[in-house]
T-cell receptor
Framework: GAGVSQSPRYKVAKRGQDVALRCDPISGHVSLFWYQQALGQGPEFLTYFQNEAQLDKSGLPSDRFFAERPEGSVSTLKIQRTQQEDSAVYLC??????????????FGEGSWLTVV | SQKIEQNSEALNIQEGKTATLTCNYTNYSPAYLQWYRQDPGRGPVFLLLIRENEKEKRKERLKVTFDTTLKQSLFHITASQPADSATYLCALDNYGQNFVFGPGTRLSVLP
């Protein structure tokens, strides 16, 4: 696709509900990231995939957060038993190469999650 | 502890002037540093990347410097325009493939 696509763009969940956020990276991109951004703050790292392998999940805040990328393209971030502090924008980003550090990283527009 | 700071939460400048934004870091040793622009309700957009062995990088009206001794990067926008108003984020690599972001500086260019 032309860019990183995320869905849904907006999600309102009742506390305790499970949510799934989808990311379609740019076709052929090896590296995929999930970030969480609270209002007025910079994005905070959640997890990183290289193809289907989840190489770093050190930023996931609790075991209620789970991410997968089973075929090395589309990724899903799942949040179980949502709580109010999970309200944030969830950003997905992708990069062409195996080592994204020296390369352009493309972000999606984000999924805005509000837990009520 | 590790920390990334960006000079101020908000910066107002007059159109046509040069905007200078600062990114300072503590207890990181980045090989790469990136700058992004973020508009309200949108995802960050990559602007420039600078490597630890590069002192300066330019792209059109943008200039980035990287001083690993001072642990600081400066981001300049020359001949600023109201359309440059946005939040600017610095990000540095953190011993692996992930990037750590600063809190951002909200720039307003006044006509």
């Amino acid at each position: 696709g032309a860019g990183v696509s995320q869905s849904p763009r907006y999600k309102v969940a009742k506390r305790g509900q499970d949510v799934a956020l989808r990311c379609d990276p740019i076709s052929g991109h090896v590296s995929l990231f999930w970030y969480q951004q609270a209002l007025g703050q910079g994005p905070e790292f959640l997890t990183y995939f290289q193809n289907e392998a989840q190489l770093d999940k050190s930023g996931l805040p609790s075991d209620r957060f789970f991410a997968e990328r089973p075929e090395g393209s589309v990724s899903t971030l799942k949040i179980q038993r949502t709580q109010q502090e999970d309200s944030a924008v969830y950003l997905c980003a992708s990069s062409l190469r195996q080592d994204p550090r020296g390369n352009t990283i493309y972000f999606g527009e984000g999924s805005w999650l509000t837990v009520v | 502890s590790q920390k990334i700071e960006q000079n101020s939460e908000a910066l107002n400048i007059q159109e046509g002037k040069t905007a200078t934004l600062t990114c300072n870091y503590t207890n990181y040793s980045p090989a790469y540093l990136q700058w992004y622009r973020q508009d309200p309700g949108r995802g960050p957009v990559f602007l420039l990347l600078i490597r630890e062995n590069e002192k300066e990088k330019r792209k059109e009206r943008l200039k980035v410097t990287f001083d690993t001794t001072l642990k600081q990067s400066l981001f300049h926008i020359t001949a600023s325009q109201p359309a440059d108003s946005a939040t600017y984020l610095c990000a540095l690599d953190n011993y692996g493939q992930n990037f750590v972001f600063g809190p951002g500086t909200r720039l307003s260019v006044l006509p």
